[in-house]
């Protein structure tokens, strides 16, 4: 199985296809499996990179190891060492403490940007009054719970069974994992400016049901970015790539094909892990 050796750990990761290099990088609830509906969809013409962050799915950390901080490093090197200069990303959720700490280290790379059930850091007066109400109404109730729209597990249970089966292979960490980080002090504010710096193409990209990141809250971030994209995913929540893929993909397609569209000899290659480094 293909792993870098990076920063402590051993990085795992997988590429398909050929074209443009389209970076996947996934939640908390994930690691690369979930992107199973995504995979094939778009390797037939681009470059699809998933990896598993560190201390996710097949990568481990190191104990009282730089834990998320590293993530945008982590990422960095494994760009450089499969030769990949510039980049489209979808970053979902948690994946969004990758993408856009990784935009202000290491400007100039990334093409496209797709925040996916996550503002990115993208705060604005309106979208922490929208957070605030939100968290207000969903005291108490767990991450799991809130990881797929509320009739899922009822309306699809197979699909939902399976998405936490994948969330249980990953490995135990610490409480304060994910917990904001003094260390991310110059990211903690608002990345709009960072954003609007960057004048990169942004979709903001939602399940109109999220119950952790609500509709609301992207569609003001959006509105926060000009020159951004917003689009919703009907009867999806959190995870719509996950619950709602065929319309996940279109959206991501429609979006792709106007600002990062794949190259005309891409040719597709079977769908297999890894290449030999």
């Given at each position: 199985m293909p792993y870098l050796r990076v920063h402590e750990i051993d990085l795992y990761y997988e590429e398909h296809g050929d074209g443009p290099a389209l970076v996947f990088a996934h939640g908390a609830g994930g690691n690369h499996l979930?992107?199973?509906?995504?995979?094939?969809?778009?390797?037939?013409?681009?470059?699809?990179?998933?990896?598993?962050?560190?201390?996710?799915?097949?990568?481990?950390?190191?104990?009282h190891g730089?834990?998320?901080?590293?993530?945008?490093?982590?990422?960095h090197a494994l760009l450089d060492h499969l030769g990949v200069g510039e980049f489209a990303i979808v970053a979902h959720s948690m994946?969004?403490?990758?993408?856009?700490?990784?935009?202000?280290?290491?400007?100039?790379?990334?093409?496209?940007?797709?925040?996916?059930?996550?503002?990115?850091?993208?705060?604005?007066?309106?979208?922490?009054?929208?957070?605030?109400?939100?968290?207000?109404?969903?005291?108490?109730?767990?991450?799991?719970?809130?990881?797929?729209?509320?009739?899922?597990?009822?309306?699809?249970?197979?699909?939902?069974?399976?998405?936490?089966?994948?969330?249980?292979?990953?490995?135990?960490?610490?409480?304060?994992?994910?917990?904001?980080?003094?260390g991310l002090s110059r990211w903690t504010g608002s990345?709009?400016?960072?954003?609007?710096?960057?004048?990169?193409?942004t979709l903001f990209l939602v399940g109109a049901h999220d119950m952790i990141v609500p509709a609301e809250a992207m569609r003001a971030?959006?509105?926060?970015?000009?020159?951004s994209r917003f689009a919703e995913i009907a009867n999806a929540g959190h995870s719509a790539y996950f619950e709602q893929p065929e319309a996940y993909n279109r959206?991501?397609?429609?979006?792709?094909?106007?600002?990062?569209?794949?190259?005309p000899s891409a040719q597709p290659t079977p769908h297999a892990p890894g290449r030999p480094a």
């Open positions: 979930v992107w199973w509906q995504q995979v094939p969809a778009f390797a037939r013409d681009y470059r699809v990179i998933t990896f598993d962050h560190r201390a996710f799915g097949l990568s481990r950390d190191v104990p730089p834990g998320r901080r590293a993530f945008p490093l982590d990422l994946g969004g403490r990758t993408a856009t700490p990784f935009l202000w280290l290491f400007p100039g790379r990334m093409r496209a940007l797709v925040l996916s059930g996550t503002i990115g850091g993208a705060l604005t007066d309106e979208v922490r009054a929208i957070q605030a109400a939100h968290a207000a109404r969903v005291a108490g109730r767990s991450m799991r719970s809130r990881a797929l729209r509320p009739d899922a597990e009822r309306e699809d249970p197979d699909r939902a069974h399976l998405f936490h089966a994948i969330g249980r292979l990953n490995p135990p960490r610490g409480p304060g994992f994910l917990a904001p980080s003094p990345t709009t400016p960072l954003l609007q710096r960057a004048g990169l193409p971030a959006h509105r926060g970015l000009p020159g959206a991501l397609r429609d979006f792709l094909d106007d600002v990062y569209p794949p190259t």
